[in-house]
């Protein structure tokens, strides 16, 4: 007779080491059992309602790839990435293709950004994080996107990004010019450099 810790691991084990509680509450099995195997370390909680095997190793790029294999980091995720902000998404930020139809899973937490095609291509490279190689967009694409939402995203972070990026030794104003003509900001970015540099 499996006791509600068998049947608990077995779930995880079934699910490829990641569970949504009301998996284990549809099983009849009080969730006060699960959160006995967080206290002991056998179970770690991702987010609300969803937790993983401690043991189970999550390579979040890993999964993204796997779920959108053509999309492309960008946005916060980008900014973080460059280190261009203090700011942690808690989501990855994927910019995929306007017509891309992508059911997302509850796991990892993905916020995808539909792209017309022509916008997509422009200033993407490959990276690689956490031994995954992924597809990224340029550090100059990245500071030009946050010019370009720089209304969504508020000015602090804009200046954030902008400053922080100002300060690399190995910044490219050229290519950071070029992308934001590609993009139509240029006028814009312009306007910034005006003032920040």
Known sequence: MLTNRDKILKTFTQKNGIVKLKEITEQGINKYHLLKLVETGEIEKLQRGIYKLSEYQINDFAEIKKIVPSGIICLYSAWNFYELTTYMP?????????????KLPDYPP??????????????????????????????????????????????????????EYLKLKDKNIDKLIKYAKLLRIERILQNYLDVLL
């Not at 995954?132 to 030009?144: G, L, N, W």
């Not at 370009?148 to 954030?160: A, H, M, P, S, V």
């Open 90 to 102: 808690h989501e990855y930020h994927i910019a995929i293709e306007q017509k891309s139809k992508i």
């Open 110 to 163: 993905i916020k995808l950004y539909y792209w017309n095609k022509s916008v997509l291509s422009i200033g993407v490279k490959t990276g690689k994080i956490e031994n995954t190689e992924i597809e990224i967009y340029e550090i100059e694409k990245s500071v030009c996107d946050a010019v370009k939402f720089r209304n969504k995203i508020g000015k602090d972070t804009l200046n954030e990004i902008l400053t």
